[in-house]
């Protein structure tokens, strides 16, 4: 490929030195040389500036959007769509408009900015259906469960989830169709129907493996550990995240390997093994820090306050609540702010600080109206200080 980029140079063939340099940016883009892609993307994209190509210019700014996105640098990335989403409706060019439309709606939802979210996938919905983009309309509606479920709106999430599943099977997207029953396997864990939730990861699993999808294949072995941890089935947990954890680690999915990390120093300080429950969490925070997910960082610093806190280790618990508080802040998460106010009104008390437990408690109740077993655990905790 380098050679016959190299004759296209020398014979001036833009156009084809423009295609091998779309497709050197793919490989790199998936094969995680994101220096590389964006050179290849950048160089690709001057060259259909300089034809006129008004399409491939497009494309050249959505695959460099995509890049970005994949950094997590979500501000370049929809500058790049931004840029891209005049052009397609310049050429009247509907499915190309309809996922770039759909892109800024995964880069706002990376971003926890729901409402954005929510209305360029709204947007982007009725172009996929006048076109008759099945696949395009199922993956909106997922995306549009996935920002329900985000949001703790678990019963639309499902229904959703439940709208998207047929379209899928309809057009044999093997694919999209175990996606969407992790999805639901995963909204139903979150309700508490743990036999659903692990029938519809089972149903997944088979088909990751079928198609080869080894990182489908590891998130579903991540969520059946995550079922059996819940219902404290802890070897049976263990055993399925390591499995996830091999899988993560031979992809390269930094973002899967320190989730499953997490899961398993969870699964540790359930059963009150704090020492490797810190070691994990421990494990699993710098690799947060350095994707820029800001999301399991703060949730890694939650956790480590959280076990500090019940080894009485007051002032460390303190330090590692109050920095996740400010990024669940940041990225406007109000349950985990909730969450996190309630285990500083557990430290306080604990620590003898009533007044500081008190108005922890009471500031927690506020994100937590929605969650009564939660509202009533503050309660109890100012209660108890009075």
């Known amino acids: 490929m380098d050679k016959a980029l190299t004759i296209y140079e020398a014979l001036g063939d833009f156009v084809r030195q423009a295609s091998v340099l779309t497709t050197f940016g793919d490989t790199y883009h998936y094969s995680g040389n994101p220096i590389r892609a964006l050179e290849s993307h950048e160089r690709a994209l001057h060259l259909y500036k300089k034809l006129g190509n008004r399409r491939s210019e497009a494309i050249a700014l959505r695959k460099l959007g995509g890049v970005k996105a994949a950094q997590s640098d979500y501000a370049q990335a929809e500058t790049l769509y931004q840029q891209a989403l005049p052009i397609y409706r310049e050429i009247n060019d509907r499915l190309g408009e309809a996922n770039v439309l759909q892109s800024l709606g995964d880069v706002k939802q990376a971003q926890s900015k729901h409402a954005e979210a929510e209305r360029f996938f709204q947007q982007a919905l009725p172009i996929h259906r006048e076109i008759g983009n099945r696949m395009g309309e199922a993956n909106v509606i997922q995306s549009l469960g996935d920002l329900k479920r985000m949001q703790d709106d678990y019963a639309q999430a499902e229904n959703l989830y439940q709208q998207a599943l047929p379209i899928h099977r309809e057009i044999g997207d093997r694919l999209g169709e175990a996606n969407v029953l992790q999805a639901l396997g995963k909204v139903n864990r979150m309700q508490g129907k743990y036999s659903q939730a692990e029938k519809f990861h089972q149903q997944a699993l088979p088909i990751y493996r079928e198609i080869g999808t080894r990182l489908g294949e ?47 120093g969870n699964a540790k300080a ?75 009104a557990r430290l306080h008390r604990a620590s003898g600080s009533k007044q500081k437990a008190e108005q922890s408690a009471r500031r927690a109740m506020g994100f937590l109206a929605a969650f009564p077993n939660l509202v009533k655990a503050c309660d109890k905790i100012i209660r108890d200080l009075s």
Not at 278 to 306: M, T, V, W
Request: without cysteine; proline residues 1%; hydrophobic residues 40%.
């Open 270 to 344: 359930a059963q009150a093994n704090y020492a490797e429950a810190e070691k994990f969490f421990e494990q699993a925070l710098p690799i947060h820090r350095e994707i820029g997910n800001r999301l399991g960082e703060a949730n890694a610093l939650q956790s480590l306050g959280d076990v500090k806190r019940v080894q009485s280790d007051y002032a460390q618990a303190e330090e590692f609540l109050t920095k996740a508080m400010g990024i669940f802040a940041t990225i406007d998460d109000k349950y985990s702010q909730g969450t996190t106010l309630l285990s500083l």
């Open 218 to 264: 590891a998130s579903t072995l991540q969520s059946l550990g995550d079922v059996k941890r819940v219902q404290s089935e802890y070897d049976e947990a263990e055993q399925l995240y390591r499995q996830a954890l091999q899988i993560f680690r031979e992809v390269g999915s930094r973002m899967g390997e320190a989730n499953t990390l997490s899961g398993l």
